[in-house]
């Protein structure tokens, strides 16, 4: 969405986990990253790599471990658990063109997984936003501008041996 009425689509994602506070029987929300973008592509890619940093987080593949040796590697637990279903969602095309055509059509898109004690929401919200007018920022006078053309800074270099100031 994007044309001559100034208005663009945004996208704004966030990874939350929920769980219940230990003894005190409350539940808490974290929010563990947020991301803007302008493409769905992006908020997409930055989704999968998230859901990885959180499934690799609970419990590190195996499969891409460096630690683990071929005869330490046996078939994962037949209940699927959520690092697997994270990494499975990672993993799916259709699941990604679905959650595409749902972004392209101005539909939020939310992953709920769950595990023992903790929820993890992984969510992208489309917002729709006002592209400003750059004529609009030039002055209504018409008045001179003022450019100082061929000087580039009023400062000397400054030279003390190692150390390289950043001005």
Partial sequence: MSGSD????????EVRAEGEVYGTGETAAFVLGTFGTISPKLALRWLRGQAERIADGLDPDPAHSAWVES????????MPDCPTALRDWTDD???????????????????????SGCRYTLTVWPIVVRTPDPLAELPASGGPIHTRSGHTSHR????????IPFL
């Fill in 93 to 115: 095309p259709a699941e990604h063109r679905a959650a595409r055509d749902q972004l392209a059509e101005g539909a939020p898109l939310s992953v709920v997984m769950s595990d």
């Fill in 6 to 13: 100034g208005l663009t689509r945004s996208y704004w994602c």
């Fill in 71 to 78: 005869w330490m590697r046996v078939d994962p637990a037949p």
């Fill in 156 to 163: 000397k270099a400054r030279r003390s041996g190692w150390l």
